[in-house]
């Protein structure tokens, strides 16, 4: 079945370290997505691409990093520029020119906690 | 601008009684709209959505949405609300930036369902 995985669930980062967490599809899908989900926010964006090595920075970029070197991965780097990583992010896929008509498919998540 | 409002960050219902989450919308354009739901630890899935056409949406698991412009609103409801209703319900909207379609979320409500 086609869908996106995000690895690991579960992460624990020590201060000053960089950490990634892998984002994949197989749905074929164009563009893709990385959001930032602290409780009572709701969920931020911080980087999308829409094609292959081609990335914008969302709101909240500062402290992230992405690359998008194949269609099938958005990997997101977390930074120790990042004051305040912990957090559950979620990364999210739509096909580039139905967005509209499809809503996005979204991964079951990575929860960062700094220790 | 564009953006997405949600009245109420905790919602309670009996088991079998009506629900009712509410969403507010500002757009300069015609609002796509989307709900989504998201069970703890997990990725958002979607509910359900309007993009054009008539103005009352169904759902999975027995919700609809009604899409009123005249009062910028997109309201989901259930006639009934069963144990596993309970979750996290997110109301979404495209936003446009740059030639770009993203997607804004509402802070999300929490449903609680009671026996």
């Known amino acids: 079945d086609g869908g996106i995985t995000q690895s690991p669930k579960y992460l624990f980062r020590k201060e000053g370290q960089n950490v990634t967490l892998s984002c994949e599809q197989n749905l074929n899908h164009d563009a893709m997505y990385w959001y930032r989900q602290d409780p009572g926010q709701g969920l931020r964006l911080i980087y999308y691409s829409q094609i292959v090595n081609d990335f914008q920075k969302g709101d909240i970029a500062e402290g992230y990093s992405v690359s998008r070197e194949k269609k099938e991965s958005f990997p997101l780097t977390v930074t120790s520029a990042q004051k305040n990583p912990t957090a559950f992010y979620l990364c999210a896929s739509n096909p580039k020119r139905s967005l509209a008509g499809g809503g996005y498919t979204f991964g079951s998540g990575t929860r960062l906690t700094v220790v | ?115």
Request: hydrophobic fraction near 35%; include cysteine; charge should be positive.
């Open chain 2, 1 to 115: 601008a564009q953006s997405v409002t949600q009245l109420g960050s905790h919602v309670s219902v009996s088991e079998g009684a009506l629900v009712l989450l509410r969403c507010n919308y500002s757009s300069s354009v015609p609002p796509y709209l989307f709900w989504y739901v998201q069970y703890p630890n997990q990725g958002l899935q979607l509910l359900l959505k309007y993009t054009t056409g008539a103005t009352l949406v169904k759902g999975i698991n027995g919700f609809e949405a009604e899409f009123k412009k005249s009062e910028t609103s997109f309201h989901l409801t259930k006639p009934s609300a069963h144990m596993s209703d309970a979750a996290e319900y997110f109301c979404a909207v495209i936003l446009h930036s740059g030639g770009y379609q993203k997607v804004t979320f509402g802070t999300g409500t929490k449903l609680q369902v009671i026996p």
